[in-house]
Nanobody, 121 residues
Framework: QVQLVESGGGLVQPGGSLRLSCAASGRIGSIYDMAWYRQAPGKQRELVATITSGGTTSYEDSVKGRFTISRDNAKKMVYLQMNSLEPEDTAVYSC???????????????WGKGTLVTVSS
């Protein structure tokens, strides 16, 4: 009924930039908090950035000043602008959202399948 699909990953050189997008679709009434997570090879998944429905943001310490999370509520999209990328940023990036199902009071949490970001020369 409700799904998230990421796009924008790829191979980039150290110091480069990428912009990730995540589109929500389906029977969506409202979207609350949205977030980006990442999981590097051999490591646990970690929270990268969050944004509330009102636009308040928070970031993991290692990406502060380099990454920017934003959203377009009308388009049901969340974005992650990543600048000054480092090899340590290599990971599968996934978006997550809390969503109220249309015409109900049911609130669900959904994950996208992820998009791979590789930072390498």
């Amino acid at each position: 009924q409700v799904q998230l699909v990421e796009s924008g990953g790829g191979l980039v050189q150290p110091g480069g930039s990428l912009r990730l997008s995540c589109a929500a679709s389906g029977r969506i009434g409202s979207i609350y908090d949205m977030a980006w997570y990442r999981q590097a090879p051999g490591k646990q998944r970690e929270l990268v950035a969050t944004i509330t429905s009102g636009g308040t943001t928070s970031y993991e310490d290692s990406v502060k000043g380099r990454f920017t999370i934003s959203r377009d509520n009308a388009k049901k999209m969340v974005y992650l602008q990543m600048n000054s990328l480092e090899p340590e940023d290599t990971a599968v990036y996934s978006c997550n959202a809390d969503i109220r199902v249309l015409y109900t009071n049911t609130r669900v949490n959904r994950w996208g399948k992820g998009t791979l970001v590789t930072v390498s020369s």
